[in-house]
């Protein structure tokens, strides 16, 4: 049974960067053919996806936050990473991170993606 788990800071500063790592458990990153993503969801608000690193190694991200966003990943220790810079408070949210198969991520509907980690809520705040 594969599982994400979500790690990092609860609380950023505005300006600062926010930094996640998703660990995977029960199976591979480089070879469960899923897009490892990352998702948020602000207060009152809908999901928005971020982007994603893939089983290869590419990475796609939104546009609307591609300059301020970095996805990695180190296979030696299963995990794919988040660092969204300049962070400010519109940066609130909880911060999901996910497994999409293909045909999930074509469908373009977040909520079909496969696999979920519980989520970790993070506060940009001074």
């Known amino acids: 049974q594969v599982q994400l788990q979500e790690s990092g800071p609860g609380l950023v500063k505005p300006s600062q960067t926010l930094s996640l790592t998703c660990t995977v458990s029960?199976?591979?990153?480089?070879?469960?053919?899923?897009?490892w993503s990352w998702i948020r969801q602000p207060p009152g608000k809908g999901l928005e996806w971020i982007g994603y690193?893939?089983?290869?190694?590419?990475?796609v991200n939104n546009p609307s936050l591609k300059s301020r966003t970095s996805i990695s990943r180190d296979t030696s220790k299963n995990q794919f990473t988040l660092k969204l810079n300049s962070v400010t408070p519109e940066d609130t949210a909880v911060y999901y991170c996910?497994?999409?198969?293909?045909?999930?991520?074509?469908?373009?509907?977040?909520?079909?993606?496969?696999?979920w980690g519980q989520g970790t809520q993070v506060t940009v705040s001074s």
């Open positions: 690193i893939s089983y290869s190694g590419m990475t």
């Open positions: 996910a497994g999409a198969s293909p045909h999930s991520y074509r469908s373009g509907n977040y909520h079909t993606y496969d696999l």
């Open positions: 029960g199976g591979s990153i480089t070879t469960i053919y899923y897009y």
